[in-house]
């Protein structure tokens, strides 16, 4: 059930059985009158999932050619996905929308990619030149990573015709890394 007060909504849980596959979601939105009224108001929200078995394909069941394309089941997922952004910035972008987009605890286990993802944790900050990447932690199944990344002018790489200057920073740490985890 979700609910709401002032603005702000508490998704306390649903839980889908679509075929073989079962979700469950629960989560929160901050301002949703600021959200449907593109408002200059910051506004936070926040998506946890669980899945012990998820055939991506199955979704595209209708469409063969999709179906075969995403034909992935992921089982052991879980994870939490947030966001905090200016509401009217989700609806006026040309390449990506500003804000923070974060990823925490991250699990997933793979059956055509034969890997394990584990305490996967990454932030995202975007504005209108830069892109951001100051943490991204996690495993990969024995290996251990640690990045980060900045890029100035992204919006050159999602040109056409990419033109004009643009600075990256690239940085990957591992005390464990084992290149048949890749």
């Known amino acids: 059930h979700a609910i709401m007060r002032n603005g702000a909504i508490t998704l306390d849980s649903i839980r889908l059985n679509i075929g073989k596959n079962d979700l469950f979601v629960s989560g929160s939105l901050s ?11 910051p506004v936070q929200a926040s998506l946890r999932i669980r899945s012990k078995q998820f ?3 199955s979704l595209f069941a209708h469409d063969s050619s999709r179906a075969r394309r995403y034909a992935e089941t992921i089982t052991n997922l879980e994870g939490t996905c947030k966001l905090e952004a200016v509401a009217a910035e989700l609806y006026r972008f040309k390449y990506l ?4 987009f974060t990823v925490e605890g991250l699990q997933a286990t793979f059956k055509n990619y034969p890997h394990a993802l ?3 944790y990454a932030t995202v900050s975007i504005d209108e030149q830069n892109l951001e990447i100051p943490v991204l932690s996690g495993l990969i199944d024995s290996s251990e990573i640690r990045a980060t990344a900045f890029i100035n002018n992204y ?9 004009g200057k643009s600075m990256y920073r690239f940085r990957v740490q591992s005390p464990r890394l084992c290149f048949k985890d890749l």
Not at 31 to 41: G, I, K
Not at 97 to 100: A, D, E, L, S, Y
Not at 155 to 163: G, I, L
């Open 155 to 163: 919006p050159k790489w999602m040109q056409k015709n990419p033109a």
């Open 55 to 57: 055939d991506v394909g």
């Open 31 to 41: 301002n949703l009158p600021a959200l449907l009224h593109r408002q200059q108001v």
């Open 118 to 120: 584990k305490q996967v």
């Open 97 to 100: 929308p500003k804000g923070t």
